[in-house]
């Protein structure tokens, strides 16, 4: 099991988003906590991971030695590449 850490800018990304997107997020995290790679894809050129829901996109870290997943950010998919 792994523990999941928001990072201040995640925190308040996703205080920006409409409480629907917001309850579809929550739901996501509480998931991968268990089986990260199950729904996480690996970015190309870096250590980072994306998950889609809809429109979103979730980057995170996973850092197998401690068992920790941290969410980077919260965002569209056209502005969280940035």
Same mark, same amino acid.
Do not use: F, M, W
């Given at each position: 099991m792994y523990?999941?850490?928001?990072? %201040?800018?995640?925190?308040? *990304? ?10 579809? @997020? +929550? #739901? =996501?995290? &509480? $998931? ?9 894809? %690996?970015?190309?050129?870096? *250590? ?5 829901i809809g429109?979103n996109r979730? @980057? +995170? #870290? =996973?850092? &197998? $030695? ?17």
């Open positions: 523990d999941v850490i928001l990072s %201040k800018s995640a925190a308040k *990304d996703i205080g920006g988003l409409p409480q629907e997107d917001q309850d579809r @997020i +929550i #739901g =996501i995290l &509480e $998931r991968i906590c268990i089986s990260p790679h199950r729904h996480a894809r %690996k970015l190309k050129g870096t *250590d980072e991971y994306r998950i889609r429109k979730i @980057i +995170i #870290g =996973i850092n &197998e $030695r401690l068992k920790r997943i941290e969410v980077l950010r919260i965002g569209n998919r056209e502005n969280v590449y940035l």
